[in-house]
């Protein structure tokens, strides 16, 4: 049976980014600034370790990647 690949979700809590950039340079190409805030270039992504790096390493925490699917959170892993 088919079944479709693999999907992330990139949710970012623009209440507590605090628009360091630092997940710009970790999830190279999959961040982007916008009004001092960070952004998902694109919320649905195929699996990339960058923007689970990214997840990990946000200082404030206010990035979350989800299984897009299940909903199933990938990182922050607490
Ligand atoms: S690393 Fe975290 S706080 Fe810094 S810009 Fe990215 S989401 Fe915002």
């Known amino acids: 049976m088919y ?9 970012v809590d623009r209440l ?3 628009g360091t ?6 999830a190279h190409g999959r961040m982007r600034l916008e009004a ?3 952004r998902p ?10 923007v689970m790096d990214a997840a ?5 925490e ?4 989800r299984e897009a699917t ?3 959170v990938l990182a922050p892993l607490r």
């Open 41 to 50: 270039v694109d919320e649905l992504i195929s699996p990339d370790d960058g």
């Open 70 to 72: 299940t909903g199933e």
């Open 3 to 11: 079944q479709d690949p693999v999907q992330w979700r990139i949710e």
């Open 36 to 38: 001092g805030r960070a």
């Open 21 to 26: 950039g630092l997940c710009l340079g970790t």
């Open 56 to 60: 990990e390493t946000c200082p404030m």
């Open 62 to 65: 206010a990035i979350t990647v």
């Open 16 to 18: 507590a980014c605090s």
